[in-house]
């Protein structure tokens, strides 16, 4: 914005523009005339790996098209072949955001500029998932070599609704709009100038947009890292991020951690759950079912088994692992596989007694569970499921018929060591969740519903249906860990996990994560991370844990931990050692009659273990054993709408300031030759001065 | 709005003043020099006024669109008398100059004429106000966007740029005449360039009816590069001479170099 020196008492008709529109004399230039930026744009960024490149791409100073509000798939027509102002920039309804369109829009891509999608603000009736029909299909343990006839979804296709767009490329950038002021602004200016009234063309000037989303990476991942090594300046420019966050670990038995590798004696039984999610969008990834199902019931199964376990504890170990990054071909779990090893992590391979994995357990329809199990390896007692389910509502059984394990990462596991293990989902085949990591697998589709009129408090504390069922589900997994640990069977009618908790941990990952409860579990310098929103759980690149792998920890270390009492902060995070447990110091409440609030320090065995894929440390950036998603680095992702001029008025501008410099070049030459007789008096002295 | 945009206006708002600079000032050091000074006098007319403007402005009511209309009224007209105080200003000190330049050298006639030293000091005034006039706007026009989407008229950036002609021009003939009027003693000149300074500046608040403002500015320009002609020793005559091409039979017959 220019300053407002320039709109001071001058001649020109700057400042007066001004004066009409003003009710204050503020900094007001002629860029605001111009230009309506668009506050909320969700891009898709573009990820790269091994072999390829996904995701979209602008140009370098953005896509300009002309706006165009598609209302169904024959408008398509105007903007691939008969619409007289090329390039289109779309506006599209979600649910016209299928395949079909895409397909189609990709192949006119000279024409369309960009793409814009308003998402509704419910769910669709209709399933969609982005993802590919077979996920992480390369990555699992289901290669040629290892049984052909289940590699590549042979028996089963896991994600029958998969459409693979989140793995498409697009030269044009697509981004996603709410349905708010913006939006009406962008729809009132197509109205006014892009409608073309009967048959007839749209006359200038005409309602455009610009997209910036330009990616600096290309090609793919080894191409990427070996750009972002170029030394040739002394800021050398980072074009790509591996993606990394970190896996939160604990076990029921303090583990030496400083001592890694093999522990003699120690069986462990391993209990896994996955953290992250994503979506054809950066940075929105609910993962209702896909994720936040399965973690949240092992949370609750961990705090579940806590008294149990000290009270009567089993003799076999049990580590909970979350594992981050298992969307883009287990980077957690193979992180985590790589470290034992090489003799870098607490336990060893040969210490896993045998390996339960709680998948997508959100949705059960008639409150069935399946076991999935791998029928290759599988050995005859491997889980022993049928008393843990006894006497609650929750039936479960598997699948009856020999089928691959899903998506999981015991999988990871199972590349390294045949290890016994099962893993639970909802579904027997296929999967049942329509909306495998999309956007709309949020609280909405796992039908979490509050009464009206509760306030966020009591919103919390309210537990909901899909609580209760996830609470049943929570304490099938705590008793059949207890059983798999050794634990006597009379004990397991003592082992239930808490609805509370589990609603208030669901109401804090899918609702809003800034509540009363979150607020208490986490130290202060965490508070600004929550916010009123739904939690984000794509994986990203920071080096840092990320918002919710910290949550999780927090969460986890409060509900296996036991409180230090009459430790300062001091000697909760600088003195006491970090060998056998984690002490955390967290801010907790407030006492009734104070505002201050009390803190305590928080001895668990909850720890983070870096998750970035084995690939990057190996530096074998073409690796089709480890997980090679980078994400692209971008300077700057914005939108704004304006009108543009015929491309015929322009040049006539252009002609006409041509004319005018030529024709002034013109008549300066020969007056200035002829100055002598234009400007004399005649009749003066020839060197009269004044 | 585009590239082209960008170069139309520049060259529209620019183009005779960079055609005279070119043609008469570039090669005669002195006359650049004074370009220069005249520029600066400029400068600090402008930034004695938004001064005062902008110090009136931080204790008003900021609310109030009447009171802040007012304002800019009160502005506009300080700075054109700013303006011309400071072109008085230069005058007095160029005569002063002047003569000290002549008792200084050797020569007995002055090096640069007064009558020059008008025409070269309004064109330096007319540059610097021409310059924060519309470089502003310029640089807004380089991007995709024409003006519009807000329902303002579609035409700002061509009126912008032959508004800015027409000043700059103006600038130029008002030295002339200012100067010619002070050096005669004619005040009802002086007083008249001030008049039409004036006029033309509150003409802008007609926008953004472009017509409005830009017609009868045009008009003035065309009155007062005619007077500036005539103040500046040009005649009918002299105009019929060169027109006709008899010139050169002229200074044959009247032994005057070329």
Same mark, same amino acid.
């Given at each position: ?58 140009? /370098? ?51 369309? $500029?960009?793409? $814009? ?90 309602? !455009? ?43 029921? %038995? ?45 949370? !609750? ?34 992180? &985590? ?8 992590? $607490? ?91 999309? &956007? ?12 009206? +009129? ?24 705590? %008793? ?16 239930? !996990? ?51 792998? /910290? ?37 907790? $409440? !407030? ?33 089709? +054993? ?40 013109? /008549? ?23 | ?54 110090? *009136? ?6 609310? *109030? ?7 800019l009224v009160f502005g506009v007209v300080l700075s054109v008398l700013l303006q011309e105080a400071f072109r008085f200003a230069y005058y007095k000190l160029l005569k002063k100059a002047n003569e000290g330049l002549l008792t200084l050298s050797q020569e007995e006639t002055m090096p640069i004429s007064i009558r020059q030293l008008a025409y070269v000091s309004g064109l330096g005034f007319g540059f610097m106000s021409g310059a924060f006039s519309v470089v502003n706007i310029l640089a807004d026009s380089v991007g995709p966007g024409t003006i519009g989407i807000h329902g303002d008229s579609q035409h700002y950036f061509l009126s912008s740029a032959f508004m800015t002609m027409a000043i700059i021009l103006l600038h130029m003939f008002w030295g002339v005449v200012f100067f010619d009027g002070c050096e005669k003693q004619r005040w009802w000149a002086v007083a008249a360039v001030v008049a039409s300074h004036l006029i033309v500046s509150c003409l802008t608040f007609q926008n953004p ?18 007077w500036a002609f005539y103040a500046a020793g040009g005649s009918l005559r002299n105009l019929k001479l060169c027109l006709t091409c008899k010139d050169k039979d002229f200074l044959l017959a009247n032994h005057r170099p070329r």
């Open positions: 914005s220019r300053p407002a020196i320039s709109v001071t008492a001058r001649d020109p008709p700057v400042g007066h523009e001004r004066s009409r529109r003003l009710t204050s004399v503020g900094c007001n230039s002629v860029e605001k005339k111009i230009y309506v930026n668009l506050n909320y744009t969700v891009p898709c960024v573009r990820l790269l790996n091994a072999t390829h490149q996904i995701g979209c791409q602008s140009h /370098l100073s953005g896509n300009v098209g002309v706006l165009h509000v598609l209302e169904s798939e024959e408008n398509l027509d105007w903007v691939l072949h008969s619409g007289l102002t090329p390039p289109y920039l779309v506006i599209l309804e979600s649910s016209l955001f299928t395949r079909y369109s895409e397909h189609t829009l990709k192949n006119g891509s000279s024409r369309v $500029a960009g793409v $814009a999608v308003v998402t509704p603000n419910a769910n669709p009736s209709q399933g969609t998932s982005p993802h590919t029909s077979c996920p992480n299909e390369n990555t699992g343990v289901y290669t040629e070599n290892y049984d052909p006839t289940m590699a590549r979804c042979n028996v089963t296709v896991w994600n029958p609704l998969g459409t693979g767009l989140s793995y498409e490329e697009f030269d044009f950038p697509i981004f996603a709009m709410k349905e708010d002021n913006d939006t009406q602004v962008i729809r009132q200016c197509y109205m006014d100038h892009n409608r073309a009234g009967n048959g007839s063309t749209p006359q200038y000037p005409l309602c !455009a947009m610009q997209l910036y989303s330009h990616m600096s990476a290309v090609t793919d991942t080894a191409t990427c890292m070996r750009r972002n090594n170029i030394n040739f300046s002394l800021s050398p420019e980072m074009v790509c991020d591996p993606l990394s966050d970190f896996n939160v670990w604990a076990s029921t %038995r303090p583990l030496n951690n400083t001592a890694k590798g093999h522990k003699e004696g120690e069986s462990v039984v391993l209990a896994a759950a996955r953290l992250d999610s994503r979506s054809f969008f950066f940075d929105i990834a609910p993962g209702a079912e896909s994720g936040v199902s399965g973690f949240v019931a092992l949370l !609750a199964a961990a705090h579940a088994l806590r008294n149990a376990t000290q009270e009567a504890p089993p003799p076999r170990n049990i580590l909970y692992a979350f594992f981050h990054g298992e969307t883009f071909d287990y980077i957690g779990s193979s992180r &985590m596989v790589y470290d034992m090893e090489k003799n870098n992590f $607490a336990v060893d391979l040969d210490n896993i007694h045998s390996v339960l994995e709680v998948g997508q357990v959100g949705l059960h329809a008639e409150s069935r569970l399946w076991l999935h199990s791998d029928p290759v390896s599988r050995k005859n007692s491997s889980v022993n499921e049928e008393s843990a389910a006894s006497g609650l509502n929750v039936s479960v059984e598997e699948p009856g018929f020999s089928q691959p394990l899903p998506p999981s990462s015991f999988q990871r596991f199972l590349r390294a060591r045949p290890i016994p293990g099962v893993v639970i989902e909802d579904h027997r085949s296929a999967f049942t969740n329509s909306f495998y990591e999309s &956007m709309y697998d949020n609280a909405e589709y796992l039908n979490i519903s509050y009464p009206p +009129d509760l306030t966020p408090d009591e919103q919390l504390e309210y537990v909901t249906d899909t609580a209760k069922a996830l609470t049943e589900v929570a304490t099938v997994v705590a %008793r059949t860990l207890y059983i798999q640990a050794g634990g006597a069977e009379s004990r397991l009618g003592s082992i239930n !996990a808490d609805p509370q908790m589990v609603t208030r941990i669901l109401y804090g990952f899918l609702v809003r994560s800034n509540n009363s409860w979150f607020q208490q579990l986490i130290p202060s310098d965490l508070v600004s991370h929550l916010t009123d929103r739904p939690t984000n759980f794509y994986v990203g690149v920071a080096q840092q844990p990320g918002k919710p792998t /910290l949550l999780v920890q927090y969460l986890l270390a409060n509900l296996t931990g036991i409180v230090v009492s009459d430790t300062c902060f001091n000697n909760c995070v600088f003195v006491l050692l970090p060998q056998m447990y984690s002490y955390l110091w967290v801010q907790g $409440a !407030a006492p009734p009659n104070s505002t201050e609030r009390v803190g305590f320090c928080m001895r668990s065995a909850a720890r983070l273990s870096k998750a970035l894929s084995p690939a990057f440390d190996l530096h074998e950036y073409t690796s089709k +054993d480890y997980s090679t998603w980078t994400e692209s680095r971008w300077k700057t992702i914005k939108g704004r709408i304006f009108l543009v001029a015929s491309h015929e008025l322009e040049m006539l501008t252009l002609g006409v300031g041509v004319g005018v410099l030529l024709t002034s070049l013109m /008549l300066t030459y020969i007056m200035s030759s002829k100055a002598d007789i234009l400007f004399s008096s005649g009749r003066e002295p020839a060197n009269a001065t004044y | 709005m585009t590239a082209s945009v960008f170069f139309g206006c520049t060259f529209i708002a620019f183009g005779p003043a960079i055609a005279l600079f070119l043609f008469t000032i570039a090669r005669e050091p002195l006359r650049v020099i004074f370009l220069i000074a005249g520029a600066f006098f400029w400068l600090v007319s402008l930034l004695l006024a938004s001064l005062v403007w902008f110090i *009136s402005v931080q204790i008003s009511n900021k609310d *109030s669109a009447a009171q802040q209309k007012g304002l009816e472009y017509v409005g403002s830009l017609v009868p500015t045009y008009v003035i320009l065309f009155l007062m590069g005619v």
